[in-house]
């Protein structure tokens, strides 16, 4: 297919999009809304308190997230699953608006899962008795825009970090035991 007509056929395909197919979601590559080369996320916790932030910088080939988070409670202390969530909604209490994971590879969840991992798998974090977290995660499973076949975090519906409550022991569906939502981030275009 030549370029124009490989473009004519995405343009048609948005279009499609927009007439309320959502089962397109899939189609990352019709949707990135972006091209920035760096986002970020403001965390909030469940009382909708700000508990901290993420960058997330596109690599050559994968992206480099960077979570600072402070004052968390005491409860928090320990290790917690950390994931990329289809939607960029935190608004609801328990942050379930923000969606299942990203993984239109269909893949199971887990790092040391056989049929793993799951696009929106990442390893987990610890939070210190300080209630301080300073981490950087690495992964080639996602993309910001489209980048190296990966499924765009700034799609046109966007895309959440979320920390659970448990730590993810990167094997159990399909979230591996990891808990309620604890903490959640729109992920946005930064420029
Ligand atoms: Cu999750």
Redesign the pocket.
């Known amino acids: 297919m030549t370029r124009a007509l490989h473009t004519l056929a995405l343009t048609t395909a948005l279009a499609a999009c927009s007439l309320g197919a959502p089962a397109l979601a899939a189609d990352h590559h019709a949707e990135a809304m972006s091209d920035a080369a760096e986002a970020h996320a403001v965390l909030i916790d469940r009382e909708r308190n700000e508990v901290g932030h993420a960058r997330l910088q596109q690599g050559p080939t994968g992206v480099l997230i960077t979570l600072e988070l402070d004052g968390l409670p005491d409860s928090a202390v320990g290790w917690h ?1 950390v ?1 990329l ?1 289809q939607i960029g909604d935190c608004s609801n209490a328990d942050f379930t608006s923000s969606g299942g ?1 990203i993984n239109p590879s269909e893949r199971s969840h887990g790092l040391l899962n056989p049929e793993g991992p799951d696009n ?1 798998d990442l390893p987990n974090i610890y939070v210190h008795e300080d209630g301080m977290l300073r981490a950087q995660v690495f992964t080639d499973r996602v993309s910001l825009n489209g980048e190296y076949d990966a499924p765009a975090l700034l799609d046109d519906n966007g895309s959440a970090l ?1 920390i ?1 409550d448990n730590e993810d022991d990167h094997t159990t569906q399909p ?1 591996g035991g ?1 808990g309620a ?1 604890h903490v959640c981030g729109v992920i946005e275009a930064a420029h």
Do not use: M, N, P
Request: without cysteine.
């Open positions: 699953g994931h969530h994971h929106a979320v659970h979230i990891a939502r």
